[in-house]
């Protein structure tokens, strides 16, 4: 027997083809390069370079992307990843139409990625909108990233939304309003009901209309996640989302339909924006099409709030206090009109009697290439940049003059690389004793298993 639908089912739509003309060209962060030629933009000759990089310089800045031409065997450009995620439409350098899109994913899984954003509460999002659609990137960007930016402006909208007044209808012993005396006399005098009153009066509410189409949109969402529930992330999104609609209460469910927002200011126009991309299934797992929204995400940031995360969970296993990020500042007092940077601003940090642990997370390879490589076998611009960063985990040991330092650079580890030791070297300093560490992180964890082991491990380095 065939079960009869629920109320939120909705009916399976063909699957539109993939556009073999407007390509999607995919890389990930800190990845390969890509590459741009004449017949992927579909022109001719040798004069679209420039009026190429001049049409999409807003949409590659915006991910990171830096660009450089290669003439060696055929005219091209090269496009090199950084470290943000993200996806952008380009555009033909002759119409300034989208003839293609550009995805850069995270080197890591999407799945890790949602693990670690799961752990930080979503505190950092992906920067939705700003330019057109990007050409069959839909599908290959998973429905919980962008899920959460609609739910952070719904959120919004809830939090700040204004009573309006509402005309109710409603029987009452005594007169509001106004009262319906033909009601009165014809209906209510007639069947014996002389102390009932019909009346209409007007009543503090919100906005039905907009209440009806946020109620569908978080209706919407829960069903476009039903496929992630198993994950961290679709499962944490659908909780808030089933939390939301608890806190509208039942009522009128109504699909976002012609809304005109010329000026996109404020929260509830950012809402209403917001509501559209859920109902045009604009990039959210929805099947209406292959086009989705551009976004982008600096997965530096990412990286640094995972290990602020990472540090606070360590704290109490280490005896130690927590120096959250947004804490750590120390001022430069420049005793000359001339100076440069103002202050020193560790990520994240640990105190406690005698001690000081100071964190900065590098979303770099440098440990794995040093364990494999070593220092020896690094280019010279892995070189310069590593010994910058040395010099700036250095320079956090003079913060304080505790007799125990520790100086600790964080980097992404990869599940092939579990098994690379620590890097560790200690300086003099007189009686105090300092260290400088490089440690590796994974990021996002697998099981609950896998976080104790890595809390464990952290924490026999740091009270050794």
Known sequence: MTPAPTPRSRKRRAQPALNASRPLISTTDHGKSVWVNAATLGVSGDRW???FLAANAPQLDRLGIKASIDAHDQLRVRLMPGSRIGATPLLSPATRRVVAGLLVTPRFRWSALGAVLGDIGFAL?????GAQMVPGSARAVPTWLLA?????RLEALLRQRKRGFVEREEERASPRGRVDWSDYATRRLATGRWASLLCR????DDDPDLV????WTLRRIQDDLENHRDSVPGRLLR??????????????????NGWDLPDMAGIVAEAKQAMGWIAEERGLGGAHSLDGLSWELAIEQVWEAWVDHFISLLAPHCGLVQLPSGQTARSLNWRTALGSMRRLIPDSGLYGPNRRIWVDAKYKAHLQLLAHQGWSGLGEDVRDAHRADLHQALAYTALDDAAHIDSILVYPQVDADSSIAPAIATLPAGRRTLRLILLGLPFGFRSEVHRQQTLALWRNLLVA
């Open 212 to 215: 009806a189409t946020v109620r």
């Open 239 to 256: 909780l808030r989302a089933a939390d939301l609609e608890a806190e509208i209460g039942p009522g009128a469910s109504r699909r976002p």
């Open 148 to 152: 959460a930016p609609v739910l952070r």
């Open 201 to 204: 009066f007007p009543d503090p």
């Open 49 to 51: 370079v420039e009026p």
């Open 125 to 129: 999002e992906p920067q939705v909108g």
